[in-house]
T-cell receptor, first 114, second 111 residues
C-alpha cells in the first residue's frame, strides 16, 4: 500500500491553463505539506496544513490554492500556469506539525508548462 | 547567507571508501536536524535524525555541533547503493516554521 500518493505523476500543459494535483495519505497523519523542487533541485515548502487548517503559507503566488477536504487529503490547484511553474511538486505528511517528526513524501508530480 | 548550506559535490568515491558530508545552518534557534536521502527522480526519504550527542545507524554516523552550527554525515564502507543525493534538513521545532532543506550533496559510489 502506498503511504502518500499523488496524481497525476506527470502533467504537461500549456501556459495559461488551470490544473490540479491531488494528494492522499493513509498513514493517519494530521499534517500535510506541499513542496516545490525546481530544476536546481532546491526543495522548498509551499504550504502546510494541520488538521485541515493552513499553518504555513510561504511566499507563493496566489495562483496556487491548496485545499484540504479532510486530514488525509491535500490538493493543489494552480491557475494561469506560467513557464516558471515547471517543477516537481511533492506532497508530504507527518505526525504532528512540530518539525521534529519524519516527513513522508509522495512520489512527486512532474509539471511541465509549455 | 543561505539558511542551510551544503557542498553540492559530486563526491565520486570507490566502493568501500569512507566519505563525510558537512552542512551548516544559519538559524541559531534550530532545534531539529535530519539527513534525508533522495535518489534520482525519486522522493526524499528520511535517512536519520541527528541528535545532540551524535548517533549511529549501521554504517552511517551523524554529528551535530551547535556551537559552530554544523551537522555532519559519515558513511563508512560505501556501497554502490549509497549513490544518491543527501539532503541536510533543519527545523526550529515550531509547527509554524517550516523545515528548511539544503540543496543536497550528490554522492556517486563507483565500482
Amino acid at each position: 500500500d502506498t503511504a502518500v500518493s499523488q496524481t497525476p505523476k506527470y502533467l504537461v500543459t500549456q501556459m495559461g491553463n488551470d490544473k490540479s494535483i491531488k494528494c492522499e495519505q493513509n498513514l493517519g497523519h494530521d499534517t500535510m505539506y506541499w513542496y516545490k523542487q525546481d530544476s536546481k533541485k532546491f526543495l522548498k515548502i509551499m504550504f502546510s496544513y494541520n488538521n485541515k487548517e493552513l499553518i504555513i503559507n510561504e511566499t507563493v503566488p496566489n495562483r496556487f490554492s491548496p485545499k484540504s477536504p479532510d486530514k488525509a487529503h491535500l490538493n493543489l490547484h494552480i491557475n494561469s500556469l506560467e513557464l516558471g511553474d515547471s517543477a516537481v511538486y511533492f506532497c508530504a505528511s507527518s505526525h504532528g506539525a512540530g518539525g521534529y517528526n519524519e516527513q513522508f513524501f509522495g512520489p512527486g508530480t512532474r509539471l511541465t508548462v509549455l | 547567507r543561505k539558511e542551510v548550506e551544503q557542498d553540492p559535490g559530486p563526491f565520486n568515491v570507490p566502493e568501500g571508501a569512507t566519505v563525510a558530508f558537512n552542512c551548516t545552518y544559519s538559524n541559531s534557534a534550530s532545534q531539529s536536524f535530519f539527513w534525508y536521502r533522495q535518489d534520482c527522480r525519486k522522493e526524499p526519504k528520511l535517512l536519520m535524525s541527528v541528535y545532540s550527542s551524535g548517533n549511529e545507524d549501521g554504517r552511517f554516523t551523524a554529528q551535530l555541533n551547535r556551537a559552530s552550527q554544523y551537522i555532519s554525515l559519515l558513511i563508512r564502507d560505501s556501497k554502490l547503493s549509497d549513490s544518491a543525493t543527501y539532503l541536510c534538513v533543519v527545523g526550529t521545532g515550531s509547527g509554524n516554521t517550516p523545515l528548511v532543506f539544503g540543496k543536497g550533496t550528490r554522492l556517486s559510489v563507483i565500482a
